[in-house]
């Protein structure tokens, strides 16, 4: 089992910064991909980054350039820094961890971007 925890949310003006921070516990040992989704009003939930655990990152292109994926090992973290925001930006963003036996989500942060 893993455990997500998503921080971090809010509003924030176009053009402005936010820094997301996902904390996962249990077990740590088996997740093979780390990263973040996000589900606007109406939209299917789509990824925005993720990061194997061999440190291979992957973006949407939607943030290319402007997202910036991080994981700390030691202190079992996955961060999601967002600069350049846009309004189509706003979403809940969640947190989403995948091993060989499941899928686990966080309960999700809001993002709001207001133009």
């Known amino acids: 089992q893993v455990q997500l925890v998503e921080s971090g949310g809010g509003l924030v003006q176009a053009g402005g910064s936010l820094r997301l921070s996902c904390a996962a516990s249990?077990?740590?040992?088996?997740?093979?991909?780390i990263g973040w989704y996000r589900q606007a009003p109406g939209k299917q939930r789509e990824l925005v980054a993720d990061?194997?655990?061999?440190?291979?990152?992957n973006y949407a292109d939607a943030v290319k350039g402007r997202f910036t994926i991080s994981r700390d090992n030691g202190k079992n973290t996955v961060d999601l820094q967002m600069n350049s925001l846009k309004p189509e930006d706003t979403a809940v963003y969640y947190c989403n961890a995948r091993t060989i036996t499941g899928i686990y989500w966080g309960q999700g942060t809001q993002v709001t971007v207001s133009s």
């Open positions: 249990g077990s740590l040992f088996r997740i093979n991909i």
């Open positions: 990061i194997t655990s061999g440190g291979t990152i």
